[in-house]
């Protein structure tokens, strides 16, 4: 099938090559024409396992392509998927304007049949509106042609983006227009052949689908965390509560780990935009509105640690932080709890050392303003003389560190542990104080 891609970040160029892998000639197009100029010479401007590979692999077969040019993209897509970003306005709403200024453009081209299909995550009745949009400019120009608007939300998750969209929990498909509808099916065949795993509903109730999978999400975070600050007053262990709570399987143990916080490009934005449409047509979300509370003050918590134990200035202190994004196997900083903790720590008066195996370049153009942020591109070097590290990000390489020569290494042996990585009584057996998330400690 021939399919366009409009946005070529995270969504657009992993649905873009997987399409691709499954035999479909895929354009992507895109306004950063740097972006473009580099995924045509064979770079992927992300990082994400495997995509390097999919891409390099496509876009030599030829199924695969990039440009910049609207108008080619628009005639070459039977199915033209709009994936650009709808980052959060300053109200907390979905700011839509990449999405309508792509309806614009849809209308202003179109000319004959055409499925357009929202990818992005988008606030219930946007599909109304790029109908509404496309609608007018089709008809400001004189042109009579069919066309269907429909919701395809992504579900994938960064770091196993290529796993999570060759191998979909499920797909999710929002139109009332059987062409559309069908097209669709055909398209997510191959991605859901053994299961039927494909999900056909109206638009609106598509929309708030994605809103509120990732709203569930972001509530077992808050949830669990809220939870945490009480393990700490009780003297409980947040992570034997988990497990005991776990193993009910109504419950589950997926997205009940206490800790720094939730982050990235999706849960903050998306759980503000749910409750700001809440407010629109006057319902208030309260549980929302409570985690989005929780998870605010969640992203403080090591800086707020790191006070009670050094007190409120830290001058002279020079802090080592481990992990920078939001989450492992990930380049994405948008939203980051560690940016939270460095901007406090450097107003604080402390240096810190950063390391992060990816993310530390993403990282560098977002704090460039703080001045005390030395990131090294080891993570033995970044506790080198360090009061204390701070683990902000669970990558692999920090969860069976060498305790002897860490502590070495260290000015002091204090470890606040964000992620709740280690084992409080290994820690202590091995000298360390040891700070953790919801784990019997009380600072
Ligand atoms: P992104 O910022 O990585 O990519 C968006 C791309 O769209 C950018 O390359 C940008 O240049 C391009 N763009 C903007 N306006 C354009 C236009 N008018 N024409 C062509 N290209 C344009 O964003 P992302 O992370 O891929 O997210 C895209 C959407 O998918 C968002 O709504 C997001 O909420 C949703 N989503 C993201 C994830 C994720 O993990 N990143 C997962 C599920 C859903």
Known sequence: MRISIVGSGYVGLVTGACLAEMGNDVLCVDTDASK?????????????????????????????????????????????????????????????????????????????????????????????????????????????????VASNPEFLKEGAAIDDFMRPDRVVIGSEDDEAISLLRSLYAPFTRNHDRLHVMDVRSAELTKYAANAMLATRIS????????????????????????????????????????????????????????????IDLEVLTAVDRVNHRQKRILADKVVSRFGEQLNGRTLAIWGLAFKPETDDMREAPSLVVLEELVKRGARVQAYDPIAATAAQRLVAHLSGVNFVSDRMRAVEGADALLVMTEWREFRSPELTALKKLLRSPIIFDGRNLFEPSTMAAGGFEYYAVGRGDTL
């Open 36 to 148: 473009i100029r580099l995924l045509s010479a064979g770079s992927i401007p992300i990082y994400e396992p495997g995509l390097p590979e999919l891409v390099e692999r496509n876009s030599a077969a030829g199924r695969l392509r990039f440009t910049t040019d609207f108008a080619s993209s628009i005639a070459h897509g039977l199915i033209i998927f709009i994936a650009v970003g709808t980052p959060a306005a300053e109200d907390g709403s979905a700011d839509l304007q990449h999405v309508l200024a792509v309806a614009d453009k849809v209308g202003s081209l179109l000319t004959d049949y055409r499925v357009i299909v929202n990818k992005s995550t988008v606030p219930v009745g946007t599909a109304d509106r790029v109908q509404a949009q496309i609608g007018m400019r089709l008809s400001e120009r004189g042109v009579q042609t069919r066309f269907a």
């Open 223 to 282: 949830f669990v965390n809220d939870l945490a600050r009480l393990a700490e007053k009780v003297g409980a262990d947040i992570e034997l509560v988990r497990r005991g709570i776990g193993s009910d399987r109504r419950i589950g143990t997926h997205f009940l780990y206490a800790g720094a916080g939730y982050g990235g490009s999706c849960f903050p934005k998306d759980v503000r935009a749910l409750v700001h449409t809440g407010r629109e047509y006057g």
